[in-house]
């Protein structure tokens, strides 16, 4: 699936016009191979509410939401990214962010009629990173169901929290993304200067989007918020009983980065979807940013629970403009899980503290070295 | 640790005399070998309340209770169970365990001041299983926290809810217990007849004791439990917090077994303690009787995720009636772990759904075998 | 709706046979006017399980029930109580149930093939109260649906928990009720010996049934639990959303009494529903009984928020075993609703305190004194 | 405490100047009048965590708080506000603050080295409604406390979310702070025109601040935030074990109004504070404004529970920059509480349905008619 990188992006990542003025990430446009065990998934199992729905697309929104959709089923050959949708201030932000993509050197695409139902003037762009980017101001509204608890189900999802995207050099995509008015509210780092990952926002959350690295451009999840952490058991509850447990890929947890109570299943075509709740306030201006040690235990799950291999490798393909899978880059830094877990990896509880820790194959403690 | 079987425990189960009217599990006896250290643990860690303490003991009780104690921490030499304490209806039920023991060929010993502060008139034996069981129905009353919520913690402990113990032979116990007056709720077979675990009630919730099919006798874990589950999640946040993470060995999940939210941890010593919340009523002289296939991948957590080895291996030792260890017999049956993970064993999501199931090493599922 | 007693019930509270053995309220038969509405409201708002329903009655159990039912909704003329059902613990103490209420003069109905679908032989007796009280053991069993999370909604309700009911003589209650063997967990009571209320119990709760000093018998409320209070707040939310806030009479709140979080809502006909949550356990033989006064301003909600007058004085009318109401007769004690609130009450937060408590008009307490 | 208007407030509330960038409320600085008192409940009671304090004043913050501090105790011989303090985006917005407030011809008072402890460079002003308004940027960082469990309650409060005043004219004062920024998420109207409350925001919830129409200028609350239900839950309980039910005031429940969970509590001066949980998303530029009927009777509690009288008519005073209390003046507009409650007002559950309505002695509804 990977390939030595072609280098179809540009070299440079800052423009001599400005920014434009990105609100949220507002909807995820996704291809899917089935669409009714989508909607199964989607509306069955986490009750997104449907907007629209025919038999080549279901619009679908959370229970808080006010505009047309966060998520567009759309059927299609390759399971896929389509596009990762931002909202933007006001109608000319439009505008301002063709000219800056363009500017970079993007290849952009200006829809005065939107690409999507709901939505729109909008542009899409090939993002730096390989990534397909929309920017809309203009979109449908329709009922916030905020009050509607008729509809509320034990499990219900209220707003659409963030994206998740892979890509091999984290530096360099958070120095795109802090161009294009992003900030970083944490990150994981080593004593070397490696960087593995990043969580950036424009909404005042911890993130919008966040950068894993890995092998991509690949698109890693997208994330519901509930209002409690018991709404997250009831998925896993309500997974259990349907005898889906085998989608439940890891969690529930409290997240170390975001301080945030998760959890990650996967969909029919293994995109991957967190539920997520409780992270804090980052709209200051002056935020602390947050680094964690890569070797941190706890970094990504403040309670020691491991990771498992398949979260830190498996992903989904995003498509060009045209429709088709963009080339998976190598990532050349090192690897996370390779550097934590395993052979050559080491993690502890405790910083300096070797009760905790362990070197590979000599670890003793059961929670990191003896799991099957 | 194990050897060889030398059979000091009785060969007949039944008794020609009634069995004593056990109303509920009531305290555990635990020999600790730092009493500071488990202090921190019992008492800053989990909040349980100091009924008494001196410097070589400490009694502590839950939130709701209103007898002196529901654990008894004790200095001495060798980490271990001195004795599992079940309260009787009424005072002639001490002499009914004493006649009842005796009867089944049990070492017993009986005294009217009782063994412990707070606790008079109580008999204790050693069982045919080689387990400390106490029996008593005298107790001094204290004052029953329930309402003092400017005592209630975030992860407040508010009752004694079970008792788990390690045996080798379960039907044996299984048939000991019932017995004795004990009804199984709930049991782990495969469908050549072995049994590899049984829950067994008294008061009217899934169990006072468990028997967990192993090398014993050996006390598996104690319980306590939450009003709600986001209070079993705090003591995560809390030993994250704390950088005793590596003290998590399992959970939190919710269980195929009982149907409650639990989480297990370890204390300085390596006692188990599970935190446990909103099992079922079975109270009914019916209760149904479940009965889980051992290679149900739900059966131990209900989302499929994976039992750390530790938790089938590991245990602490009961101490005989003169407070010397009891010899660790090895189990002869079938090991759940063995036939349920790593290269004998397989577990399914779905019965006869070959997709979510695995054969050692063959196995394609990312969550059974996978993982590091 | 109220006469002068025409004392029909017997003198004597006590027998020379055995009481039977009572395992637990079961379920109540309850007559409502229109069944059409009335299932709009148990299973549309609350969400209980149908086992069977058909133009005359409709057949509901709570999420983790594994007998036949909890509620039967009846069509009749009248809304009204027809049968207050408890479980017995074997066949034989339905006959000791009929023998005990012969003694005690109550007339009784025996059917082997009892006297509602998915029930076998029972007696119903017209009780020294002049309550509709039925005995069972035979039971259809059904699926417990305790770990049908696909069905689990926000608002849940999985168990059934207690009676209540109203009668002018709760000191004589209590006794007739403790001859049958319920044992009284709370009481309510002033200083110079009136009882006002008392709860009691069978399982190991704080009541299976509890005695409301009023013009009786009538039924005070049926009330069902969820397992955490967030479920209790999403029934109010969604009474809202359905406006129907209108039919939430009190609460929710935390009691004094029981230490249970707690809503009433009324049913289409009037009938009162309590929603219920975390109470203690009650099955120690010795289990305090905490009274409490009944000008404690906390007694009935621990926050001090006010009982609305409805409260104390609406219920729904019982029927004896011909179907006709049963005549109402007028409490002669003194009413706790007039001894709290209003002109000749008064109600204090802190014992001995003056600035908590009033007397009538002169208040200055701007939360007792803008009660009514 | 009122009197008739003697008009020192500006005529103009637009300026040809910018508004300053205002990021949130961030702090109140409120004088107390027995400064252990306070202590006891906002430290004791509240938990809220101690930056600093000496023998005049006490600094405090909430759990997921970096800055110094959300709120100041200041030792004082009258109760009131001293403060509404508001962070700003950059330095030079202090300037725009300053010269804002010159040009509506408020008086403003800058000091480069801040007026309380942890705030640098700040101008504060009398605003046109007569309240004391700061603007800082500069603020001394603390340790965030957003990980650590450690020290969480199980009442924790973990954000300042707003603040509320009492002003005379609604429409005034809302088009003054439209003119600063602050953009309308909710507000209360009759069918002919009036605004009786309008709720602002910068920050992305439903405010930062609100308006209640009522004798002013005075503080109405400030309100703090917790993550879950269950938290204010155990406010109140704490708040019951204490025998403080009657510092309770109004609540818990659901507000219509903006959709959050609250309670309302009264410290020992009288100070009103909101605990307030779960309101929406309303960062969008076009986020909908939502217009409640003042006669809705879900407007204020989602469940229909009443406002008790003391919550309209009483409020906190507020200081001048000389630390004088301003004169309070008289809302010349109806009356909220009038026109909803008692002889002169009605309300309805369900828009025109009379049976849910009423109007004044002649309601039916047992849950409209028996308020105040």
Redesign the interface.
């Known amino acids: 699936m990977t390939s030595s990188p072609k280098l179809p992006h540009p070299a440079t990542l800052t423009t001599s016009v400005p920014a434009p003025d990105i ?2 990430c507002a909807y995820l446009d996704l291809v899917v191979t089935d669409l009714k065990k989508s909607r199964d998934f989607y509306v069955g199992l986490l009750g997104l509410h449907v907007t629209y729905e025919d038999d080549e697309a279901i619009y679908l929104r959370s229970f ?1 939401e ?2 047309h959709h966060n998520l567009v089923l759309r059927k299609g050959p390759i399971a896929a990214a389509a596009a990762f949708a931002f ?1 933007v ?2 109608p000319e932000d439009v505008d301002k962010a063709e000219a800056y993509f363009k500017e970079l050197g993007c290849r952009t695409e200006r829809r005065k009629e939107g690409f999507v139902r709901g939505i729109g003037d909008a542009v899409r762009v090939e993002d730096p990173l390989g990534f397909p980017y929309e920017f809309f101001y203009e979109v449908e ?1 329709v009922e ?1 169901l ?9 499990g ?1 999802l ?2 659409l929290d963030h994206f998740n995207q892979v890509t091999p050099d984290v530096p360099r995509g958070r120095a795109y993304l802090e161009g294009l008015g992003f900030r970083v509210s944490e990150d994981i780092k080593d004593s070397e200067g490696t960087t593995y990952a990043a969580w950036l926002h424009r ?2 959350t911890v993130h919008d989007t966040a950068l894993t690295g890995g092998d991509g451009p690949r698109l890693h999840h997208i994330a519901f918020s509930t ?4 709404n997250i ?2 998925i ?11 989608r ?2 890891r969690g ?1 947890g ?1 997240h ?1 980065v975001s ?1 945030a ?1 998760y959890l990650y299943i996967l969909d029919p075509d293994g995109h991957r979807v967190e539920i997520y709740t ?1 992270d ?2 980052t ?6 940013t947050i680094t964690w040690d890569v070797h941190d ?2 970094r990504r799950d ?5 990771v ?3 979260w830190y490798t ?1 992903a989904s393909l995003v498509l060009d403009l045209d429709g088709n899978p963009q080339e998976v880059i190598k990532r050349e830094d090192k690897s996370e899980m390779a550097v934590t ?2 052979a050559d990896g080491f993690s502890y ?2 910083a300096g503290d070797d009760s ?1 820790s362990y070197h590979g194959e000599a670890s003793k ?4 070295g ?3």
């Open positions: 609100v949220r808080e006010f505009i909202r201030r006001t509204h916030r905020h009050m509607r608890y008729d509809l509320y189900s034990a219900e209220v707003r909404k005042e209002h409690e952490k018991h058991i009831q896993c509850d309500k997974m259990g009983a349907l005898r889906m447990s085998d439940i890929e529930p409290r170390g301080n109570f409780q804090y306030y709209g200051d201006p002056d935020n602390p235990n706890q403040w309670w020691g629970n491991p498992v291999p398949s498996e877990i395993g509880t405790r905790g403690g059961f929670k990191l003896s799991q099957v």
